[in-house]
């Protein structure tokens, strides 16, 4: 079985760029969460979904960030306008809305000069 | 989301010796979860604890979940140099939401 699959894996950007990072989730995963994790921290979430709806967007900073799971699958998170203290590990997870453990993907680093 | 109290933030042991870890938050939590973070790639799930005094093993991997569910520790039974990576606990409240991490604990470990 297939884990979960993130793209691009490296990503660097000028500030005030675009960028968006994708993420397709583990079949049959109806739970979708995007984690951040800072250089020598643990991930911290930024958006969770149950199937195509956010239930927990209140980490998101709204103002640069969004994000869709548009069929309740595969996700893209996007950032506009990107600033330095983007950079940073974009990190995306999956598991069963019922419960079951969250497996993570590889994660999309990303560097902001 | 909280994030919890993880210790100690490194160590540096020789291959063979057992190691141990902890971690601590001021809230509750019903579920713990143990990952191991290798470089340029995601958390791994090594052990899930979901009852309150659960003692759980997974091969050299021991964890238990604290009674007052505010702790856990994990234990790493004679260690072996592939076992270098960064150590992070997770708090969870209930099934399906965030994972509250720690800051990690960085295992290194000579032959």
């Known amino acids: 079985e297939a884990g979960v699959v993130q793209s691009p894996r490296y990503k660097i950007i000028e500030k005030k760029q675009p960028v968006a990072f994708w993420c397709n989730p583990i079949s049959g995963h109806n739970t979708l969460y995007w984690y951040l994790q800072n250089l020598g921290q643990g991930p911290e979430l930024l958006i969770r979904?149950?199937?195509?709806?956010?239930?927990?967007d209140s980490q998101l900073p709204k103002d640069r960030f969004s994000a869709e799971r548009l069929k309740g699958v595969d996700s893209t998170l996007k950032i506009q306008p990107a600033e330095l203290g983007d950079s940073a590990v974009y990190l995306c997870a999956s598991s069963w809305t019922s419960g079951g453990e969250q497996y993570f993907g590889p994660g999309t680093r990303l560097t902001v000069t | 989301g909280q994030q919890l109290n993880q210790s100690p933030q490194s160590m540096f042991i020789q291959e063979g010796e057992d190691v141990s870890m902890n971690c601590t938050s001021s809230s509750i939590f019903n579920t713990w979860l143990w990952y191991k973070q290798d470089p340029g790639e995601g958390p791994v799930l090594l052990i899930a604890l979901y009852k309150a005094g659960e003692l759980t093993s997974n091969g050299r991997l021991t964890a238990q979940f604290g009674i007052t569910r505010k702790d856990s520790f994990l234990n790493i039974s004679a260690s072996i140099p592939s076992d270098v990576g960064i150590y992070f606990c997770a708090g969870q409240l209930n099934s399906g939401y965030a994972l509250n991490f720690g800051k990690g604990t960085s295992l290194l470990v000579t032959p």
């Open positions: 979904y149950e199937n195509e709806e956010a239930v927990d």
